[in-house]
């Protein structure tokens, strides 16, 4: 990498925001106010089907099956529906490292290594780079969907499309001003989510919050292990539940176990090439005792996820590891993000970029398939501290609520790849932005309803076949 000299390379503040006011020329802040489909807009049952190509056959009609039970949970599907649709578009040119599915179920409490609770992203699996907006029509669109779930009318789902866009303008102009390195350290503790809920907190939203936190901090990897493991003849192993949870024994037939193991720990060594030498040393006080597949999500439902179970001084110390398949992202065909010689370096790459903190066995590997092919995987920690939001239990104030802590979250993980101070200038001090992307949010959310009826039509017609777990 070329290291610019102390004074060439830079442009001034005043220049960045002279950038950030010319994209307005490219993308005005008005023209994000509708979504109207490109010619030739592909069908989205042919979308989703061609990404059901790469996936496991036998866990494709799940995938179909939990698209299909909401227009919510399709949303949550169609990643690259969306990233279609916003490619074909004219866009600002202000690049920032995207999530790539920034809907608001990927926003929620995590550990940090220091073992502080903190509010951010949780899923990369999209993550490249490309326009800061596709990631904010994603977060405010979801906010529309999820208010139309709930049965609130339009005015309270604007409220929260609105907010979540409002707060994302203004954090961003916060760290327009900041210096670079503040901007770095920045994080959505404790601390600082009581201050950017302390204006509209009301004693409900404060107990809602309060047992959000303790269940959060009750979510670690012992209780997974707790859950998820059963004691055997040959001590603690990962506990059947097929086809949810399916151990590798019994996925495995006449594989001999010494094959087996010698294939895991084949995996286990390239990923833990991956990390820095002190997270290899602790990794290496851990033994691998079980690996099972796992279903997880609704979009990833049919990509390849396993967790191994790792066991250190004795059967009670435990390691949950989940390594998760990383395909091509969506984005990758409608934005000139860097490329990876792995996916699931390429995850790991923006996660680390994006958020403030992140799981110290994060890091990723190539895997042999049952089938005998190579895939790229990405690795962390199952399960830890995680408080996952329930939009559907949300009443209209608690949705607008957590719309602001998920516009906050968002601009401060585009603040660290991307440049503020352009993006900010883009915005403006207005809420000309906010209006549009509102618009935008509802003639989406039409879409999205019309999408998700031609992926029903489908089944009924017997084109996709759908299952239920």
């Known amino acids: 990498m070329t290291v610019p000299g102390p004074t060439t390379g830079f442009l001034s503040p005043a220049e960045r925001a002279a950038e950030g006011r010319a994209a307005r020329r490219r993308s005005p802040r008005s023209s994000h106010d509708r979504f ?36 919510f949970r399709f949303y949550r599907g169609a990643a690259a529906i969306m990233a279609a649709d ?31 609770l903190v509010f ?11 326009p800061f907006e596709w990631d904010v029509k994603r977060l405010a669109a979801s906010f529309a969907i999820a208010g139309r779930a709930n049965g609130f009318g339009a005015p309270e789902q604007d409220s929260a499309v609105r907010t ?4 994302y303008r203004r954090r961003m102009r916060e760290f327009a001003g900041m210096r670079t390195l503040d ?3 920045a994080q959505d503790d ?52 097929p086809p949810l949870v399916t151990p590798l024994r019994d ?35 851990f033994r691998l005792v079980d690996v099972a597949r796992k279903v997880v999500g609704v979009g990833s439902v049919g990509t390849r ?26 984005l990758s065909a409608h934005t000139e993000g860097i490329r990876y010689d792995n996916e699931g370096r390429r995850v790991v790459a923006g996660q680390r970029l994006m958020q403030t903190t992140s799981d110290i066995l994060l890091g990723w590997t190539h895997a042999v398939g049952l089938d005998g092919r190579e895939r790229d995987f990405y690795v962390r920690q199952l399960r830890d501290w995680k408080g996952i939001a329930r939009p559907d239990t949300m009443d209209p104030a608690l949705l607008r609520l957590f719309a602001r802590l998920c516009g906050a979250s968002l601009a401060r993980a585009h603040a660290r790849s991307g440049d503020p101070i352009a993006i900010a200038a883009y915005l403006g001090g207005g809420d000309r932005f906010d209006r549009a992307l509102t618009s935008f949010a509802q003639s989406y959310a039409d879409r999205n309803e019309r999408d998700f009826e031609a992926l029903g039509a489908a089944a009924r017609s017997g084109r996709i076949r759908t299952a239920s777990l």
């Open 164 to 167: 979540c866009v409002e707060s």
């Open 86 to 116: 916003l490619g074909a578009v004219a866009d600002t040119g202000l690049r920032v490292q995207l999530c790539g599915d920034a809907h608001l179920l990927n926003f929620r409490l995590l550990a940090s290594p220091e073992r502080h």
């Open 36 to 71: 109207e489909a490109a010619p030739g807009r592909l069908d989205p049952v042919e979308v989703v089907e061609r990404q059901s190509a790469t996936r496991l056959p036998e866990l494709v009609p799940v995938r179909y099956g939990r698209m299909l039970e909401s227009p």
């Open 251 to 285: 996925l495995v037939a006449g594989s001999s176990t010494q094959e087996q193991e010698r294939e895991l720990r084949s995996v286990l060594e390239g990923y833990a090439r991956t990390l820095s030498s002190e997270r290899r040393h602790l990794l290496r006080r």
């Open 190 to 241: 404790a601390d600082r989510l009581r201050e950017l809920m302390a204006a509209s907190m009301t004693k409900r939203a404060r107990r809602r919050t309060a047992e959000a936190t303790a269940k959060a901090r009750t979510r670690t990897h012992l209780q997974a292990f707790a859950s998820l493991t059963a004691v055997t003849a040959e001590g603690r192993r990962i506990a059947a539940d």
């Open 305 to 330: 996820c396993w967790i191994a179970l790792l066991l250190g001084r004795d059967d009670d110390d435990p390691l949950l590891l989940q390594a998760k398949e990383a395909q091509e992202s969506v």
């Open 120 to 130: 951010d992203i949780n899923d990369f699996d999209e993550t490249l780079g490309g």
């Open 183 to 185: 901007i770095w350290y």
